[in-house]
């Protein structure tokens, strides 16, 4: 289910004095499964998502070219509009190993490059380190969301990763990501 959950920065709670070693999974201030309040909670931190509609057509594990075709006229408004360059389909599951992808992305990094992603099937878990809050949104199929170059985040695929998104890009070359070496990561739930 899709879902925005929206908690204070482990940072202040460490440098109060408590052992980050043992400190608890923290609780979440704010969180909500509605989309248009989803939206606008994140939109006023600089990050856009909408929900697009489903295209029941569109069958399980479509090629790219069908992928495309079904979402062309939406794909074409966000180039327009956000002014991406190309797009692509990624597909992670089924019969590729996926342990070593999963933990590329767990710990918090930021790309020179927008992180747009469109869920065409399954979820993914994104958590965004924005000033003295880590907002954690839930994707799944029909969530669009675009995280803005520079933004310190992570991403949980899960333990069994299964999904597929459209990716949108400016440059493609700018998606590199560059580690912050904070460990905030590890204080915050994953994607089950
Ligand atoms: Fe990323």
């Not at 509605?34 to 909408?50: C, P």
């Not at 199929?141 to 597929?164: E, K, L, S, V």
Request: with cysteine; net charge negative.
């Amino acid at each position: 289910m899709t879902e925005l959950r929206i908690y204070a920065s482990q940072e202040g709670s460490v440098d109060a004095g408590h052992d980050s070693a043992v400190a608890p999974e923290p609780e979440p201030l704010f969180s909500t499964s509605n989309a248009a309040q989803i939206s606008a909670e994140l939109k006023t931190r600089g990050i856009k998502f909408q929900r697009w509609p489903s295209k029941p057509e569109l069958e399980h594990e479509a090629r790219q070219e069908q992928i495309l075709e079904a979402y062309a006229s939406l794909i074409a408004s966000v180039k327009e509009h956000e002014h991406y360059q190309t797009v692509d389909v990624m597909r992670v599951g089924g019969d590729q190993p996926n342990t070593s992808l999963r933990q590329t992305f767990l710990q918090e990094h930021q790309h020179a490059e927008d992180e747009v992603r469109f869920f065409v099937e399954g979820c993914g878990l994104f958590s965004l380190h924005i000033n003295d809050e880590v907002l954690q949104v839930t994707c799944e199929a029909n969530d669009w969301i675009a995280i803005p170059a520079g933004t310190r985040h992570w991403f949980d695929m899960g333990t069994n990763p299964n999904y597929c998104v459209i990716r949108f890009f400016k440059n493609s070359g700018g998606w590199v990501a560059s580690y912050t070496d904070d460990p905030i990561a590890n204080f915050y739930p994953g994607l089950p």
